[in-house]
């Protein structure tokens, strides 16, 4: 057979796929489009705030801000204020509606030298397990910054089958998780699209999902949209900011479009927060500015 006729032939047995499916009008979408299954739980737009972003001192000050204006999740950070915090915080949600989202805060797996790299899993196992006990949802974790020591194969191979996996062993038995972060090409050569974080959460398997910050997302990804569903399930966690000068979303104007991104978010039944990561324009007041984000994303959620 000649390629003219293999095309030929390949056309044939195509079309002779798709005659049923054409016969029965009702297995496809309005005009022709696919038909979608909605997710089994109708998304949340639950908004969030770093633990640095949000005003007021004491923990339950924060807690009562949030509360008072319609957020439903916050950030809070890794190392040692994890650690000395855990009990005032966890005491500090009785009886609230929030959840806790992540802890975010540096980490590095890309050391050449074995004993530095052990020595950043032992660093997590103990944060893991005040995590574990705050019922929170995880830790995020961008496994290599800058210019890694390892060749990115190997730092892929023991990320997934060393380090990030004991990490995660550890975060399954807490009941949380480790949440990979993607980032831009001038943060990291490894790990920059969702979809390529979504294959190393399912690789390492049970504790470990992935995130996705819009932030980033502009830089690296072709449709928002697509990555979102290109890691599904796995997505547990957002970052948001404006997209031009990574403010307070608002700050950039017309840039602030995150529909797309939202409209992803709807179609994978997502449930996680949608964290503000970003800065505050000099000069200008930061409650308004929190206000007026916390109305345009939920104007841009019943849009998507
Ligand atoms: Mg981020």
């Known amino acids: 057979m000649n390629r003219r006729d293999f095309l030929t032939a390949s056309a044939v047995a195509g079309l002779a796929v798709c005659a049923p499916v054409k016969a029965h009008g009702e297995e496809s979408g309005a005009a022709g489009m696919p038909k979608l299954t909605p997710p089994a739980k109708p998304a949340k737009l639950n908004l969030s705030l770093q633990w640095g972003m949000i005003p007021g001192g004491a923990i339950n000050q924060k807690l009562d801000f949030l509360e008072a204006n319609g957020y439903q999740a916050f950030e809070i950070p890794t190392g040692d204020w994890l650690l000395k915090n855990t009990d005032e915080l966890e005491k500090a949600m009785n009886n609230r509606k929030l959840f806790i989202a992540t802890a975010c805060g540096p980490s590095d797996f890309s050391y050449a030298d074995e004993n530095r790299r052990n020595q950043e899993v032992e660093k997590f196992l103990p944060q893991i397990e005040k995590l574990g006990q705050l019922k929170a949802v995880g830790l995020i974790i961008c496994p290599a910054r800058g210019k890694p020591e390892l060749g990115l194969k190997e730092l892929r191979a023991d990320f997934v089958s060393n380090t990030g996996k004991r990490i995660s062993e550890k975060a399954a038995e807490c009941g949380t998780l480790i949440v990979l972060e993607p980032l831009r090409r001038n943060e990291t050569p490894f790990m920059r699209q969702v ?86 324009p000099k000069g200008q007041n930061k409650e308004e500015l929190l206000k007026r984000m916390c109305d345009l994303l939920r104007a841009q959620w019943e849009m998507a």
């Open 195 to 280: 979809a390529d974080a979504a294959c190393i959460a399912r690789d390492i398997g049970k504790g470990c999902a992935v995130m996705a910050d819009f932030w980033h997302m502009a830089l690296e990804e072709t449709s928002f949209m697509g990555a979102v569903i290109s890691a599904g399930p796995l997505l547990k966690h957002v970052h948001i900011a404006s997209l031009r000068h990574r403010q307070i979303p608002g700050c950039d104007g017309d840039a602030d479009n995150y529909v797309d991104g939202f409209k992803g978010l709807k179609l994978i039944g997502y449930q996680g927060a949608v964290s503000l990561e970003g800065g505050v």
